[in-house]
């Protein structure tokens, strides 16, 4: 579970472990204690890295290998808000968040199934937004980063497929987090 250490991907590692799963939960080193916290808390395992890093698919793989065996279900949880109208979009904000909410996943994804890391009858689940559907004022960067991860869904389900295993999106609607309550 990406962005593990607080908001939604706390409550879905919680949940995961509740039901039964040792959940691997990932997140920014900067997020490392909280994270630590949380994994701790449900028996499960940290791994802190910024999945912008070009390195970190490697190295995600390498850790669900080396201590797991590989992978069963995949949460790309992670993601931020930038937001700002289109006009006063400068590159930085659109790139850094098209990098965590979007590209890091598709780049995570091909490591984990280049390398054979996702397992039999194995489960990837993208959380998206209500704003990839039906776009967000103030938000062209998040609504087009989430909309790219329906299309990105979309397109690998085939592929998934052939190899026994799914790819599926959520789109949540507004749900009060640390990050949603810095929003104006």
């Known amino acids: 579970v990406t962005g593990a250490s607080r908001g939604i991907g706390e409550a879905i590692a919680r949940t995961l472990e509740r039901d039964g799963a040792h959940v691997v ?41 080396a201590k797991h065996g590989g992978v069963d279900i995949v949460v790309h949880n992670a993601g931020v808000t930038r937001d700002k109208t289109l006009g006063g979009m400068d590159e930085e904000r659109w790139t850094l968040l098209m990098e965590i909410n979007l590209s890091s996943e598709e780049r995570i994804d091909d490591a984990l199934l280049e390398r054979d890391v996702l397992n039999e009858n194995g489960r990837i689940v993208c959380v998206s937004s209500m704003s990839g559907i039906a776009g967000n004022a103030g938000q062209t960067n998040y609504s087009t980063s989430k909309a790219g991860v329906i299309g990105m869904v979309q397109s690998m389900a085939p592929v998934l497929a052939e190899r026994n295993a799914t790819i599926n999106a959520v789109a949540p609607g507004f749900i009060e987090t640390p990050m949603t309550a810095k929003m104006p």
Request: with cysteine.
């Open 25 to 65: 939960g990932l997140d920014v080193p900067a997020l490392a204690d909280d994270l630590e916290k949380v994994v701790s808390s449900i028996g499960g395992s940290a791994i802190a890295v910024d999945i912008t890093d070009p390195e970190a698919p490697a190295q995600i793989c390498d850790e669900l290998v």
